[in-house]
Structures are given as C-alpha cells and as structure tokens.
C-alpha cells in the first residue's frame, strides 16, 4: 500500500482521535462496572472520597478501586485532586451516572451498549450471510438496559406530555380506553399509562416470550393487573379489535414488516383510534444525524436494530434514525390520511397517525 503525501498533523490528529475511541470502548465496560457496584451512587454526595474510603463504602478491594477512579478521572468522569488524593463526582455527573429517576441517567445505555457488543462475533458472520439477529438472541442485559433507559425517559414525558400533544387521547384514557402496546418490552409505558389511567384498559404485546414473563412480575409488582394484560405475538398480526389507542413505543424500526404491522393497527383500530408511533429524533437526512448522540444510536442500529428487523420477515431494516419522512411514508401507505408530528424532545419524535 503506497501512501504518499502525508499530512503529518492530520496523522497526528487522527492518531490521538483513535486513542480516544481505545480508551472510551475500555470505559464503557467499566462504567456499567461502576453501575453495577454501586460505585457512582456512593460518590453521589459530591464531596472528595480516597479509593480506600470509596472501596469501604461499597465493600470492594481498595486497589482494584483505585484503577477504576483513576479510568474515570482519566475520561473526565470524575475529578481528581492530587494533593488531598481524592476524587469527586460532580453532581452534575451525578444526575448522568448515579440516578436512574431521571431522564438524563445513561448508565443503562451503557448497560444495553456492552451487551450490544457482545453480539459481534456472530454478526461479522451474518453481514457476509445477510441473515439477521433477532431481539432473542442478544445478552440479557441489552433487555435490562433497554427498559431502564426508556423507562426513565417515559416517566418524565409520557403522560405529562407525549400523551397529551395526542387529539383528545387523555380523555378517552380518563373516561375508559383500550390500548395497544405493540413491542411492549418489560412493560415500562404498559404500566405506566396503567397507573396514570386507572378507567382503561391497556394490551402489552411482544413477540419476545421471556420479555412477556418479565412484563407480566412488573405489572403484578405495580398492582395494575387488573388492567394491564401482556401477549405473545408479533406486530403484524395484533390481537383484539376496537382499540382506541396503538402504539408503538421505540418499537416501530425494530419491525421486519412496519408496512404491515401499521396495516394492522389500522384494522384493529376502533373508530377515530390513533396510532402513535415514538421514535428517536433523527433527520431525513443521513449527515443530519453526525453527532454524538446519532453517532451511538448508529452504532445500536448496525448491532440491534437493522439485524433485528434483518431476522424478521419483511426484513425492511428501517434502522435506529429512520427519520419523520420514512416513518410518514410508511404510515400513509398503510392508509393513514392525516400524519403529524405531535411532540419532540431532543431525542425523542411522537408521530400521531389517523385514518
């Protein structure tokens, strides 16, 4: 290979770039550590901690601590103060890595983005077959990740806002609804609606069996099984008839056959029934998506999402960032006449769809 012409700076630049990329792949596993350890949460209080103290608090070994805080002083996690030798985790940091109540956490992220990984050895494989990799087959804690990230940001926007932006959705659910949960997952915007709207009654549907069984100990745990019920079954063929709400809770790219599960929500639609579809933001077009955050849904789109759809029949491989013009044009060939964009947040696009 003869290279000729080197910008030595660009080279330069782009090493130390790849260094970065090292030393941020190594964090991610040692962030979901951190997690899982609960050594975020006891460095929560903002104040200086040694790696002796924090090793105490958390009832781990001093020195395997000490590797790890200097990791995350190193990646500006944390702050280190050489003099006192301590560290500190900023409350500002902390909010992000230590409290899963609000929709800023993203140490489930982490979690779900190290189980994604896990899958690569088989996937090298199906690129070269073209076969895909369904929801089934990945690592547990993809599942756990998954419902822990959105979780959190359902229970920030869900009912106080995505849910209202909806036409006369909120009264249907305080008078008595039926809803759809098509591609419910754990059952985290199942339950929720459920406790906020106690009068109706609300699907949760997965093709997913083990996810299903893990919905169904949620609702039980929430007291909203009088109300909330979860079936195995896939998105193009939905159960039941006369619903007044379906929805599609950053489910709706993950499908093999989107055309078709629309298709169907449209006959199982009571009349004027809604669909909504939440989809992370993305732009129609592909370099709109170039930054930080349409950088990792990318890297979830090429792991989970686009082989997940691949394993499917349809195999439609929208991808993670599909966009409100491929989303829109879905919805109408399936015979949505009136689409709009009901609500955003900076990582979030609430699609209503009426017949």
Not at 257 to 268: F, N, T
Request: charged share 20%; hydrophobic share 45%; proline share 4%.
């Amino acid at each position: 290979m003869a290279i000729t012409n080197i910008d030595e700076q660009k080279l330069e630049t782009f090493v130390g770039h790849v260094a970065t990329e090292l030393g941020a792949a190594l964090n991610a596993a040692l962030v979901t550590l951190g997690d899982e350890l609960g050594l975020y949460k006891a460095m929560a209080d903002g104040q200086p901690v040694s790696a002796a103290e924090l090793a105490a608090r958390t009832g781990t070994l001093e020195r395997y601590v000490r590797e790890w805080l200097n990791v995350q002083a190193a990646s500006q996690f944390v702050e280190y103060d050489p003099e006192a030798d301590a560290y500190v985790l900023p409350p500002e940091h902390a909010l992000v890595l230590a409290d899963d109540s609000t929709e800023l956490s993203m140490t489930a992220v982490f979690e779900a983005a190290n189980a994604a990984v896990a899958v690569r050895e088989r996937l090298a494989e199906r690129f070269v077959s073209g076969d895909g990799v369904g929801w089934h087959e990945h690592h547990h804690g993809l599942w756990h990740g998954t419902e822990r990230g959105f979780a959190a940001s359902y229970k920030a926007r869900l009912v106080a806002e995505w849910l209202p932006a909806l036409d006369g959705v909120v009264a249907k659910l305080e008078a008595g609804a039926l809803v759809a949960d098509v591609g419910c997952g754990h059952g985290a915007s199942s339950i929720l609606m459920a406790e906020a709207f106690p009068a109706s009654r609300f699907v949760g549907i997965d093709y997913h069996e083990a996810s299903i069984a893990v919905a169904r100990e949620r609702a039980a745990e929430a007291g909203v099984t009088d109300r909330v019920t979860f079936e195995v079954a896939g998105a193009s063929e939905l159960p039941g008839e006369g619903y007044d709400l379906v929805a599609f809770f950053d489910s709706f790219h993950d499908l093999g056959d989107p055309a078709g599960a629309a298709r169907s929500a449209a006959e199982v639609l009571a009349p004027e029934g809604t669909v909504m579809l939440v989809e992370p933001y993305a732009g129609d077009r592909v370099e709109e998506n170039f930054d930080p955050v349409g950088r990792f849904r990318y890297g979830f789109s090429t792991l989970v999402c686009t082989p997940g759809s691949l394993s499917q029949p349809g195999r439609a491989g929208l991808g993670t960032l599909a966009g409100e013009a491929r989303l829109r044009s879905v919805l109408e060939s399936a015979g949505f006449g009136a689409v709009r964009r009901a609500a955003e947040t900076p990582l979030n696009l609430v699609i209503e769809a009426r017949l």
